[in-house]
C-alpha cells in the first residue's frame, strides 16, 4: 500500500539554525498538509498545500515557516531560525482526489529537537 | 470555542471487553466529515474510520465503529472485543467542507489503556 515517507526520522539543531523537514506524499494525492505535535499535546494543524500554493495556514505558521514542492515528487517544510519551542514532532500528510470523504494518510513524522 | 472535544483523558478496559470513545463537535457548516485515527506508542498517525454529516447508517470498519448522534452532535468511537494492540491514543477530528479547505482539526485525544 503506498504510503507518505518523511526524513528524516528525527532532526536535532540549535536555536538560530535553519531545518528543512522532507516529504514524500503518495504520488497520486493532490493535498497536502503539515501539522505538529509538541509531545503528549494535540496535533495541531499548520499550513496545506494544493495546486501549487498554500491553501489554508494556522496563526502558528508565521513567517519563520515556508513549504515549498521543488520538484513534483518532494514536499518540504523550512523553519528558518528555530526556536525552543519549536520542538515538537512535525507529521506531513496528504490525501486524494475526493471530496470530504479523502482521509489524510500521515508519515511517521520527523521529531525535532531544539537545543 | 474547541470545534473537536475529547472530554475522556484516559480510559482503560479489560482485554475482549467493548470500550466508547467520547467525541462532541461544533460546527455550523452543513457539510463535514468525522475521523478517528490511532497514534500508538511509536508514534505514527493511522486513520480508523470515517463518518460523513449526511450519512445514514452509522459507519463501521471491522472492530471499530462510529455511533453518530447528529442533532447531539457527538460522533464517539466503539471498539468491540479489545485487544493488547488497542493501547494507543486516539484522535477524533473534523473537516468541515464548505469552501477549499481539507485540513482536520483533532481533539486532545484519549488514551486508551487495555488491561490483560
Known amino acids: 500500500e503506498p504510503e507518505v515517507t518523511q526524513t528524516p526520522s528525527h532532526q536535532v539543531t540549535q536555536m538560530g539554525q535553519e531545518v528543512i523537514l522532507r516529504c514524500v506524499p503518495i504520488?497520486?494525492?493532490?493535498?497536502f498538509y503539515w501539522y505538529r505535535q509538541i509531545l503528549g499535546q494535540k496535533v495541531e494543524f499548520l499550513v496545506s498545500?494544493?495546486?501549487?500554493?498554500?491553501?489554508?495556514k494556522s496563526e502558528i505558521f508565521d513567517d519563520q515557516f515556508s513549504v515549498e514542492r521543488p520538484d513534483g515528487s518532494n514536499f518540504t517544510l523550512k523553519i528558518r531560525s528555530t526556536k525552543l519551542e519549536d520542538s515538537a514532532m512535525y507529521f506531513c500528510?496528504?490525501?486524494?482526489?475526493?471530496?470530504?470523504?479523502?482521509?489524510?494518510?500521515f508519515g511517521n513524522g520527523t521529531r525535532l529537537t531544539v537545543t | 470555542a474547541q470545534k473537536i472535544t475529547q472530554t475522556q483523558p484516559g480510559m482503560f478496559v479489560q482485554e475482549k471487553e467493548a470500550v466508547t470513545l467520547d467525541c462532541t463537535y461544533d460546527?455550523?457548516?452543513?457539510?463535514?466529515?468525522l475521523f478517528w485515527y490511532k497514534q500508538p506508542s511509536s508514534g505514527e498517525m493511522i486513520f480508523l474510520i470515517y463518518?460523513?454529516?449526511?450519512?445514514?447508517q452509522n459507519a463501521t470498519e471491522g472492530r471499530y465503529s462510529l455511533n453518530f448522534q447528529k442533532a447531539r452532535k457527538s460522533a464517539n468511537l466503539v471498539i468491540s472485543a479489545s485487544q493488547l494492540g488497542d493501547s494507543a491514543m486516539y484522535f477524533c477530528?473534523?473537516?468541515?467542507?464548505?469552501?477549499?479547505?481539507?485540513?482536520?482539526?483533532f481533539g486532545s485525544g484519549t488514551q486508551l489503556t487495555v488491561l490483560p
Open positions: 500528510a496528504s490525501s486524494g482526489p475526493g471530496t470530504e470523504h479523502s482521509p489524510l494518510h
Open positions: 504520488s497520486n494525492h493532490l493535498y
Open positions: 498545500f494544493y495546486n501549487n500554493e498554500i491553501s489554508e
Open positions: 460546527t455550523s457548516d452543513p457539510s463535514y466529515g
Open positions: 463518518q460523513g454529516s449526511y450519512d445514514q
Open positions: 477530528a473534523m473537516r468541515e467542507v464548505s469552501g477549499s479547505a481539507r485540513q482536520l482539526t
